[in-house]
C-alpha cells in the first residue's frame, strides 16, 4: 500500500490557538495493528471552521497493557480539539480491540496477516451505518466506496486511493473500484503502483481498452518499453483505429530503439491535433538500449550539425525534447537521428533542420 503523506497536527507541537476554532470530528480511522509490539494504529479527521483546515490527528494505542487502552486516545482529543471520546468511538474500539486479543489467543495470532481485516475499519462519531464495524462484508466494502467518493469529491485523491485500496482488501475482485483506482493513480503520477493495480484489473477485465491503456502508459514511465508495447498492441488487436493506442505504441517502439513513423504517422491521420500536440508537448526521444562505439556530440557543435543559432539549440534541449543523455552532456548519434527525424516528418518546428548523421556504425535492429 503506497505510503500517502498527510499534514499530522499529532506530530507537532502548535499552539493551541491553531485549534481554537469549532471542530468537527470526522471519522477514525484504523492503520493496522502489528502483532509483535502490540500497537493498534489509527488516525482521527479532523475538520475545522475554515476551510481546508482539515487536519489528522494519528497515534497508537497500546494493548495488553494494564489500564485503559483508550487513554491516549482521550488525551489527544481533550488536548487538540477539546472533545472527549465519541460514545460510538469508544464501543467500537472496545470491539475491535477484544477481536484482536481473541486472534492473538490464536495458534497463528502473531502472524501479521491475520490482522489485515484492522485496515478495513472506519468509525463514524454519531452515525453507525456509516461506519464499517458490525455490517457484513459487502456492506463494508460499500461504506468505503462512498467515504471514497466523499474524499475525491473535496479534492483529496491520495485519502480516495487509501480509502479505496482498503475497500480492495474486502472486495479484491471489484472491477469498478480497481478501475477508479487505477484513474487516481494515474492522475497522481503514482506509476508503480498503478502498473499493479492495472494488471489486477487485467486479470479480470483483460480486453479493456482503459486499462490496457493506463497500463502501457505506466510501463512507459517505469522504462518498460516492450511490456508497454504489447499492452497498446493489446488494444490495437481490438480496435486498429485508436489513435491513443498508436501514440503509446510509437512512444514505446521509439524507447526501444525502433521506428515510431509508422504508429505516429496512423496517429496522425486518425487525430492529427492530438498527435502534433504531443510530439512537440510530451513524446520521449530518448532511445535506451545502448550500442558500442557510438558518436555523441557535445552541445556546442550542434549549432553548426543543424544550421542553427546557440539559442535555438539550447531551446530544443529544455523545451523541445532533445536529449542530452551522452557523456558530459553531449548528445546521442541515435537520438539526434531521431529527433530531428520526427521534427522535420511533422513538422514541428518553424523550419526545417538540414543535417543528415554520418553513416551509423551500428544499426540497430528494429524490433
Keep these: 500500500m503506497p505510503s500517502i503523506i498527510l499534514p499530522l497536527a499529532a506530530q507537532v507541537n502548535l499552539p493551541l490557538l491553531m485549534y481554537s476554532m469549532r471542530a468537527q470530528l470526522h471519522y477514525l480511522l484504523l492503520d493496522g495493528f502489528d502483532p509483535d509490539t502490540g500497537e493498534l494504529a489509527l488516525r482521527i479527521r479532523v475538520d475545522f471552521e475554515a476551510p481546508g483546515e482539515g487536519r489528522f490527528l494519528r497515534l497508537k494505542l497500546h494493548l495488553g497493557r494494564s489500564g485503559d487502552p483508550l487513554q491516549p486516545l482521550r488525551r489527544e482529543l481533550q488536548t487538540h480539539v477539546q472533545m472527549p471520546v465519541p460514545p460510538l468511538w469508544d464501543r467500537g474500539l472496545k470491539i475491535v480491540i477484544r477481536a484482536i486479543e481473541d486472534e492473538l489467543s490464536a495458534p497463528e495470532g502473531r502472524n501479521p ?17 456509516r461506519g464499517t464495524l458490525n455490517h457484513p462484508v459487502a456492506r463494508q466494502a460499500d461504506i468505503l466506496w462512498e467515504w471514497a467518493q466523499r474524499a475525491e469529491k473535496a479534492g ?32 497522481q503520477s503514482m506509476v508503480e503502483e498503478l502498473a499493479e493495480f492495472t494488471e489486477r484489473l487485467l486479470q479480470l477485465a483483460p480486453a479493456s481498452p482503459e486499462a490496457l491503456l493506463m497500463r502501457g502508459e505506466a510501463l512507459v514511465h517505469l522504462q518498460r518499453p516492450q511490456e508497454a508495447g504489447e499492452a497498446f498492441a493489446r488494444v490495437l488487436k481490438f480496435n486498429p ?13 521509439s524507447l526501444a530503439g525502433g521506428d515510431p513513423c509508422p504508429h505516429l504517422d496512423a496517429a496522425l491521420e486518425l487525430d492529427r491535433e492530438a498527435t502534433l500536440s504531443v510530439l512537440r508537448e510530451t513524446f520521449d526521444y530518448r532511445i535506451l538500449p545502448s ?7 557535445p552541445q556546442d557543435i550542434l549549432p553548426t550539425l543543424l544550421g542553427v543559432s546557440p539559442g535555438e539549440t539550447e531551446t530544443f534541449c529544455r523545451e523541445r ?7 558530459a552532456g553531449s548528445v546521442r548519434e ?7 527525424t520526427i521534427q522535420n516528418r511533422y513538422q514541428l518546428l518553424p523550419m526545417g533542420l538540414h543535417w543528415l548523421a554520418p553513416t551509423p556504425r551500428h544499426i540497430p535492429e528494429l524490433p
Excluded: F, K
Design 113 to 129: 496477516s491475520r490482522y489485515s481485516w484492522v485496515q478495513t475499519q472506519l468509525l463514524h462519531p454519531t452515525d453507525e451505518r
Design 321 to 327: 525534447g532533445l536529449p542530452v543523455t551522452g557523456p
Design 156 to 187: 483529496d485523491d491520495a485519502q480516495a486511493i487509501e480509502l479505496l485500496e482498503r475497500m480492495l482488501l474486502l472486495a479484491p475482485q471489484h472491477v469498478p473500484a480497481l478501475g477508479w483506482l487505477c484513474q487516481l493513480l494515474r492522475r
Design 334 to 340: 541515435t537520438e539526434l537521428s531521431r529527433w530531428v
Design 291 to 297: 550500442y558500442p562505439r557510438e558518436n555523441s556530440y
Design 241 to 253: 483505429v485508436h489513435p491513443l493506442a498508436h501514440l503509446g505504441a510509437a512512444q514505446a517502439r
